[in-house]
């Protein structure tokens, strides 16, 4: 997959967590500097979703294309943000 490949699936990613979100009923949740597609949205829209309870695991690994072993590194770092920083749904 080329670099623009990538690129494209992640952005088309970001849409699909965003319309699951808003089929929750909850986009009014996410702040407004997070409702524009970068790589770094994409990882707090799919926490939201993950910590929301709308996704599972294999959603996380799906949407953000990590291994399994990148995702564990990636909720290591996302439960340690929440204790510290809380989350969107607070």
């Not at 952005?11 to 319309?19: A, I, T």
């Amino acid at each position: 997959m080329t670099s623009e490949e990538h690129g494209a699936s992640l952005e088309g990613h970001f849409h699909q967590v965003r319309e699951i979100i808003q089929a929750e009923e909850m986009w009014e949740r996410v702040p407004e500097r997070a409702r524009e597609f970068s790589p770094e949205n994409l990882e707090g829209l799919v926490k939201f979703a993950y910590f929301g309870g709308f996704i599972d695991m294999a959603g996380v690994r799906r949407l953000l294309l990590v291994d399994k072993s990148a995702m564990r590194q990636l909720l290591v770092k996302w439960y340690e943000e929440v204790r510290e920083q809380g989350c969107w749904l607070c």
